[in-house]
């Protein structure tokens, strides 16, 4: 039983910053782990993505320069760095995972979800 538990959103003006935190349990070794992001009224897109074997990271080209995604293998921990937050990035953020060889930010890649935690950029 694979559990991820986003925390670390809230409210926020234009130009500020926050770090987002997953935490992955259970008896599973993700390679991609990745967040998403959802706006009411919106399908869920790709934020970024971070491939735990090699590091590798992939980005969505409206947050590339701004959001940062890394990993800490050692506390079963992604993050999700952002800088100069917008108000279109306001959104549901959610942490996946999944097996693959090759990460993507496709939400139908991925298994294992999160709930989810809120953002709000105001501006």
């Known amino acids: 039983h694979v559990q991820l538990v986003e925390f670390g959103g809230g409210s926020v003006q234009a130009g500020g910053s926050l770090t987002l935190s997953c935490t992955v349990s259970g008896d599973y070794v993700s390679k991609c782990m990745g967040w998403f992001r959802q706006a009411p009224g919106t399908e869920r897109g790709g934020v970024a993505a971070i491939y735990t074997g090699h590091g590798g990271t992939y980005y969505t080209n409206s947050v590339k320069g701004r959001f940062i995604i890394s990993h800490d293998d050692s506390k079963n921990m992604v993050y999700l760095a952002m800088n100069s937050l917008k108000p279109n990035d306001t959104a549901m953020y959610y942490c996946?995972?999944?097996?693959?060889?090759?990460?993507?930010?496709?939400?139908?890649?991925?298994?294992?979800w999160g709930q989810g935690t809120q953002v709000t950029v105001s501006s």
């Open positions: 996946a995972a999944e097996d693959r060889v090759f990460c993507t930010l496709v939400p139908d890649d991925y298994t294992y």
